[in-house]
């Protein structure tokens, strides 16, 4: 009790960030706004299963090519107990790259940036959730405790409400590594640095600790729960706003 007590007041020094690290704490039931309890089993609610296929389907007309849906899924946070009213709906459509006459490095540029636009140019809300969506290829390896079929509608991965004692403490330690070199990367490119070769040298080093975190720990493990809170508290959005206004200054050319 005295350690819980102690990351409390440490949670308490940190302000702002107080509610966003307790939104990690496992909840008893999944979000009743998504599922309901049938049998003992959830389920998603029909209006939301149709609703996302429809989204789903404004996708792929937006994308203006043809590919086999293999599946279209549920995942993150609200497809688990840790959901939060930070959560998204994390839709991901499944298709096979294998089965493309494209090459696969221009498919897959292709795909993020027809995604991240989308995303840009809509604001969809499922109960309040914000919609994001992902082209994932139907093998590449994917760590999540919940995956719901919402094609099939049913559960590929049934989440599991594990007790278990998270140390926010740590999270926020870990985390805080990542703020001051971002606000380091900030401060330099207010002051006309070329920060360039650093944004892009911490994404990797971002890419590759929340990736180690999902390999060794999955979902809860303090890598994926730290970068999820440099997400949730403007961090990661503060480092592509800087990457943006570089690359547009680079771009640009100033009056003499």
Known sequence: MKNIQIVDELIEEIGNNKEIVKSFEVRDSLSSDVFKKED??????EEIRSRLLEVTEKFMDYLDIEFFI????????????????????????????????????????????????????????????DCEIYVQDVNEKHHASGIYSI?????????????????????????????????????????????????????????KFRQTGLDTGGEFSYENLAFKLLRRNGYIGKLLDVQTKSADKKLSITQQ
């Open 40 to 45: 003992g089993e959830f389920f998603m609610h």
């Open 70 to 129: 293999h599946d279209v899924i549920l995942t993150g946070s609200l497809a688990n107990y840790n959901w939060s009213k930070y959560s998204d709906v994390d839709l991901h459509i499944l298709i096979d790259y294998d089965e493309t006459e494209y090459n696969l490095d221009l498919l897959k540029g292709f795909f993020d940036s027809k995604r991240s636009l989308w995303n840009k140019q809509h604001e969809i809300t499922i109960k309040g959730f």
């Open 151 to 207: 094609l099939n509608n049913k559960w590929l991965v049934t989440p599991e409400k594990t007790v278990q004692s998270i140390d926010k403490s740590l999270i926020i330690k870990k985390a805080s590594e990542f703020e001051d070199r971002i606000e380091d990367i900030e401060s330099k490119f207010n002051g006309g640095d070329d920060v360039t070769d650093e944004i892009k040298l911490l994404k990797l080093k971002l890419k």
